[in-house]
């Protein structure tokens, strides 16, 4: 059994009975509750398109998961369009009237999100208790809690026995999280692809860190993990972790193979364009001097990035770090700084804008206002500093919202009544024609990293493997001189067109350097793992000597791996000469048959081991020359892992290698969404909740499938 800890005392706000009475009692119910799906979601499709198509099948895969993990959206119930539904008079008895006037008073008293009555779990519950031969009653809050920390310790149980019978080689992913309250945590999500090629992954811990986030805390929390989960560090191919000087000590000192999240690497790369500092943040906030109140305009209806919202809002020293790691990259990089820095100030500017309609009430209705013409009116969005694809979605909202805008500048200009913008005029520059074309250009040139980013983003197909193909095909669209042609076109007769073309094409070639700065130590092994990837055989992306010396390391690695087999399945006693127990004819006739069929002959396929490491060589050889032919024919919508699930009892050496290497992620994403849930957990509203409880509350709202 797994050391679990023992539960704490119960108290304060899990200690207390309701009111101090008894639990109510319910009768079985006659409410005809609609059934739903599981909510187990139907099996993903993974992406099936060779090289440059395949990062873009991939954006609805990733899309798909982000509808999972919230597939409800909230709506703005009290909106003066929303008409209100009059219950039906054939609803049901008075029963039932009285039992939805009870579940519609406990909604709005308890505020409760109304598209509770969808949730599986609630529906679940009243259905048992509706089904029940006799009367139940509502547990008390002490039996909550301990069902759950009992759940939990099952669970966990259960898991841990799961991986130590189909977990041999797995990816881990960690990062560091600091709440509202000021309590940090730490996260350890684990990946893998099981016997049957199905990619799973955990979420293990999220737990607090008390000590200061140096490599002697994290490194123990780490330590801790693993061995409370008997994981193996030498089975743990690569951990994802993030830039932080702490953790990768940490790493370094428990002999890790690790390195830096690549969604936090392409931040660093683009951040150098946008990047929040924290004096921009204190002038964009405008608001704090034009009397705006700090409400929330934008819904999750409206967001176009599943980012927005994820974050708490960052912390000065955050912004710091981020823009010291930024700083470090450009200073590194033969890059022209005055370029990049000219655009980071026209992003800011029109941050300022963003942050002044998103926050304030009448900046708000006016803009709303002057989009009469439009069925649903946009709202701006604001980026946050950790969030690169938060600060695209907001100038890509901008761009949508350029008349509104123009119009309202306009208001400020000619209309007498825009006296109560008085303060307004002095504080928000109306942007150029020339700001527009760079937040134009900015937004082309950014595309291809989101998607590159969203590709490799995602937990439910192999992405690792994917990383090389992926980072050189973003090098190769954004190497395209003519990116901006199309866009220049709209605006050659101004007369900023040439200077700001010109500017821009610095920060195309910026974003060149700096992208081959920060991935130049790329591990030359994913150069080889992508040919585990059939998709990736025979990519146009690697030159003739790159695929040379990946097929050369590919094969060294199945020599390493059909060694190891042979002495553990074929010579269980090692001080046994190799091959003495066969009969001499035997071995002849073998000797003979590999002279007679040379490399074509498969001794594993035959059962028969080879004799000495030049054969065992030749056989890896031809079966990699065999895996080559038949991946060369793989089809476009080919997923790579039902492949193998098909095809490794043919490729009996290279089946681990791909067990190994495809079951990996390449960033920290799944972490940051564990902290997401914690976020919801971990709420003001519950803020005695004890940190066992939330940690047991946490392992069965992300493992759902344990």
């Known amino acids: ?62 899309k798909a998961e982000v509808v999972q993990l919230d597939p409800i959206p909230p709506t703005n119930t009290c909106a003066s369009t929303t008409p209100i539904v009059t219950p039906e008079a054939a609803a049901g008895t008075a029963e039932q009237r009285h039992a939805d006037d009870l579940l519609a008073m406990w909604i709005a008293s308890s505020l409760r999100p109304a598209s509770i009555v969808e949730d599986p779990g609630f529906i679940n519950y009243v259905n048992y208790v509706n089904g029940a031969p006799q009367a139940l009653s509502v547990p008390a809050r002490e039996m909550v809690v301990a069902h759950i920390r009992s759940k939990a310790a099952e669970l966990r149980a259960s898991l841990k026995l799961r991986l130590a019978t189909e977990c041999d080689y797995f990816s881990a992913s960690s990062d560091i999280w600091t709440s509202r309250s000021a309590e940090s945590f730490l996260s350890v999500t684990l990946h893998y692809l099981d016997a049957d090629y199905n990619l799973n992954g955990w979420t293990l811990e999220v737990e607090r860190l008390p000590d200061k986030h140096d490599a002697a805390s994290i490194g123990a929390a780490l330590a801790s993990c693993f061995d409370r989960w008997d994981l193996s560090r030498d089975k743990c191919t690569r951990f994802l972790r993030d830039g932080g000087s702490g953790i990768k000590q940490a790493c370094d000192d428990l002999c890790l193979r690790h390195f830096s999240c690549v969604a936090h690497s392409l931040h660093l790369v683009v951040g150098a364009g946008f990047m929040w500092k924290n004096g921009d943040a204190a002038d964009a906030d405008v608001s704090n001097n034009l009397g705006a109140q700090r409400e929330d305009h934008t819904g999750e209806a409206d967001s176009e990035d599943d980012d927005i919202g994820l974050d708490d809002p960052a912390s000065p020293d955050l912004i710091d770090t981020l823009s010291e790691e930024v700083a470090t990259l450009v200073a590194s990089s033969m890059v022209l700084h005055p370029h990049l820095e000219h655009a980071r100030l026209v992003v800011a500017r029109f941050r300022k804008l963003a942050v002044y309609f998103h926050r304030s009430p009448k900046g708000f209705n006016r803009l709303k206002a002057f989009q009469k013409d439009s069925d649903t009116p946009l709202k701006t969005c604001v980026d946050s500093p950790t969030r690169w694809r938060s600060t695209m979605v907001m100038l890509r909202r901008l761009l949508r919202l350029r008349p509104a805008l123009d119009a309202f500048f306009a208001f400020l ?97 910026s974003f060149i350097v700096l992208l081959d700065e920060r991935f130049a130590g790329m591990h030359a092994e994913l150069k080889w793992a992508l040919l585990l990837d059939p998709r990736f055989v025979n990519t146009q992306l690697l030159s003739t000597d790159e695929m040379e010396q990946a097929s050369s390391c590919f094969i060294s690695a199945m020599v390493l791996i059909a060694k190891a087999a042979a002495v553990d399945s074929n010579h269980p006693n090692a001080s046994t000469p190799r091959g003495r127990g066969e009969p001499a004819a035997k071995r002849a006739k073998l000797s003979f048959e590999r002279r007679l069929f040379g490399s074509r002959m498969n001794m594993r396929a035959q059962g028969h081991p080879a004799d000495d490491d030049g054969q065992i060589t030749e056989q890896c050889k031809w079966e990699y020359n065999q895996y080559v032919r038949e991946a060369s024919l793989v089809e476009a919508n080919c997923s790579p892992l039902q492949w193998w699930k098909d095809n490794h009892t043919h490729f009996r050496t290279i089946a681990p290698l791909a067990r190994k290497w495809l079951g990996c992620i390449a960033t920290s994403v799944p972490s940051e969404r564990a902290f997401s849930t914690t976020g919801n957990i971990v709420a003001k509203r519950r803020s005695a909740l004890k940190v066992a409880v939330a940690r047991d509350m946490l392992f069965l709202s992300e493992n759902p499938s344990a």
Request: glycine fraction near 6%.
């Open 1 to 62: 059994m797994m050391d679990i800890p023992a539960a704490e005392p119960l108290g304060g706000a899990e200690g207390r009975s309701i009111s101090g009475r008894t639990s109510p009692t319910i009768a079985p119910a006659r409410v005809p509750v609609a059934t739903t799906a599981d909510g187990t979601p139907p099996a993903p499709r993974y992406f099936r398109m060779p090289e440059q198509q395949i990062i873009q099948q991939n954006e609805e895969l990733r």
């Open 413 to 509: 200009r000619d209309r007498p009544e825009a006296h109560e913008f008085d303060d307004v005029r002095r504080k928000l520059a109306r942007p150029t024609s020339e700001d527009w074309f760079i937040v134009q250009c900015l937004v082309k040139l950014l595309e291809p990293f989101r998607v590159a980013t969203g590709h490799l983003s995602g937990a439910r197909y192999p992405t690792l493997v994917a990383l090389f193909p992926v980072i050189r095909s973003l090098r190769d669209e954004i190497s395209e001189p003519n990116l901006f042609d199309e866009l220049h076109a709209t605006v050659s007769a101004e007369p900023f067109a040439l200077g700001a073309l010109s500017m821009m094409e610095s920060v195309r070639r």
